[in-house]
């Protein structure tokens, strides 16, 4: 099991914007999911290794996973935050590119971060 790696995490006004970085290796699929206490892990973002992505209902059009493979690094960028926003936000890897979507079970998930804060204010 790898760890992997969060920063970017932060308090910020409802409307303003913050971007989360994951530092890892090169993995087929990679993914952001967040937790509230009390509620389930969700799946918020996710990649694959050819660029394809999804994203969850609630953050579409507001949120954008990318990847910078030079740099080893995986990125969430959060505009137009809300305080529904607020989480425990982690990124997760896995090695298999295939399935690679927010509703993949937690357990296909082998690596995970140890979690960033987002505390969006009203």
């Known amino acids: 099991q790898v760890q992997l790696v969060e920063s970017g995490g932060g308090s910020v006004q409802a409307g303003g914007s913050l971007r989360l970085a994951c530092a890892a290796s090169r993995y087929g699929c990679m993914g952001w999911f967040r937790q509230v206490p009390g509620k389930e892990r969700e799946g918020v973002a996710t990649?694959?290794?050819?660029?394809?992505?999804t994203y969850s209902d609630s953050v579409k059009g507001r949120f954008t996973i990318s990847k910078d493979n030079a740099k080893n690094t995986l990125y969430l960028q959060m505009n137009s935050l809300t305080p529904e926003d607020t989480a425990m936000y982690y990124c997760?890897?896995?090695?298999?590119?295939?399935?690679?979507?927010?509703?993949?079970?937690?357990?296909?998930?082998?690596?995970w971060g140890q979690g960033t804060q987002v505390t969006v204010s009203s």
């Open positions: 997760a890897a896995r090695i298999y590119a295939y399935p690679c979507t927010i509703w993949i079970e937690r357990g296909a998930w082998p690596d």
């Open positions: 990649i694959r290794l050819d660029g394809t992505t």
